[in-house]
């Protein structure tokens, strides 16, 4: 019986121990307990802004046109472009153009020009021709004219002699009617004489002015046709297009297939667009906007943290330079770049344009950013995530952890709030954990 009482005691022992053992192995091989999401609470600035996002462009830069062209308003094809983002230094050539319609017409030109001139030079050559004739002709018809005055002079003496002397009953009546007829045939060969020289210098003079006058439209025609073809021959020289000075090419949009793309070759270009800009990146600025709900908040002056998406170590600030005082939909903002259409549907935005307080040679135009608009800075604030509170009748609770013990329940006094965090004025110290729920 003892013996029995022994054995069941044993066995009770060993059952007993072979249970420990296996509880003891499975808690030493047990993983350990996963926390729940905890934030820590932090102390230290807490920053009150409105949030956005934003685009760098230079303050500066200068633009580079499509030529405007003398006589000539047709479209112009690239054949050839440097690449947006190249760096380029003043007259550096950066556009190619396909020239060949201006060409043709400077071909034209010119053949028109030496056309012209050469029918100037022949109207030149004949009125100087037309002139020595006519000097020539004058000499003759004034030597003419001369000739005649001095015979009628010899014969006006000799018919005054001779009719004196008849008078005097010395010569015969029959004489002077003979000197008589000769004078009178003088007087006329004057008088005719005269009239010639004035009817040849008329004619003469007539003929002068007509080809003054083809010399004059020659002249005209000339002069007018040497300005085509200059102007053509100018706008030639214009198929390259010269960087205007230093910086990095940032190339304009156009329509290709109706979306707007960056200039490649093969696109065409009409005197007046845009074909890029070089910025100084020495002066930049961030485009944003902020909701009209928040206009009232931004005022010039105001200071901005930006932070580059590019790059994320890059923390710049900034304050702003000019409010917009139009509403606009937030996809026609130049700071939304960003933002989807579907996000930005119906929604009304100011634009803001912030100066930077400094630069970095890394930025380039276009780079899109974080934009905060400093509202409020508190400092030395106590701070936790607006997701670990709890709202129960109108008092603010958070689940306090504590490794190896049950979340704590506490009761906590809220003061100034951001788009994510709240300040905590009472119920929690720096290095507190919080639990935050499990989902967003």
Known sequence: MKKRILMTGLFILLAAGAYLGYHWYQNKNKAPETPPPLATVKKGEFVIAIHDTGVF???????????????????????????????????????????????????????????????????????????????????????????AKLEYELEKKKFDKIQRLVVEEILPQNDFDEEQRKFRQATLKVDQTEKEYLKAAEQQASEERTKEIDIERYTNRSSWQKREYDQLTTSLAQSIVYAPTDGILILAK???????????????????????????????????????????????????????????DLLMTGKVGLVGTLAKERE????????????????????????????????????????????????????????AINNEDGKYYVKVYTPGKPSEKRQITLGKRNAKDVVVTKGLKPGDEVVLPETE
């Open 57 to 147: 462009k230079a303050k500066k830069s200068v633009s580079i046109l499509v030529p405007t062209m003398e006589r000539y308003w047709g479209g112009f094809k690239i054949t050839k472009l440097v690449p947006e983002g190249s760096r380029v230094k003043e007259k550096d050539p950066i556009f190619w153009f396909d020239m060949t319609e201006l060409e043709q017409q400077a071909k034209a030109a010119e053949y028109n020009l030496k056309n012209e001139e050469s029918q100037l030079k022949s109207a030149l050559e004949s009125l100087r021709l037309q002139r020595e004739n006519r000097s020539k002709l004058m000499r003759e018809k004034k030597l003419d004219w001369d000739s």
């Open 254 to 312: 156009n329509w290709r297939n109706r979306v707007m793309s960056t200039l490649k070759e093969g696109d065409m270009v009409w005197p007046g667009n845009s074909l890029g800009f070089v910025p100084d990146l020495s002066q930049m600025q961030v485009m944003t906007q902020v909701n009209e709900s928040d206009l009232s908040k931004v005022s010039t002056g105001m200071n901005v943290r930006v932070r580059v998406d590019a790059i994320p």
């Open 332 to 387: 026609e903002s130049e700071g939304s770049g960003q933002v989807s259409t579907e996000e930005s549907a119906g929604i009304k935005v100011f634009e803001i344009t912030i100066d930077m307080d400094t630069t970095d040679n890394r930025l380039r135009p276009g780079m899109t950013c974080k934009t905060e608009l400093i509202l409020e800075v508190v400092p030395d604030a106590i701070s936790i995530p607006m997701r």
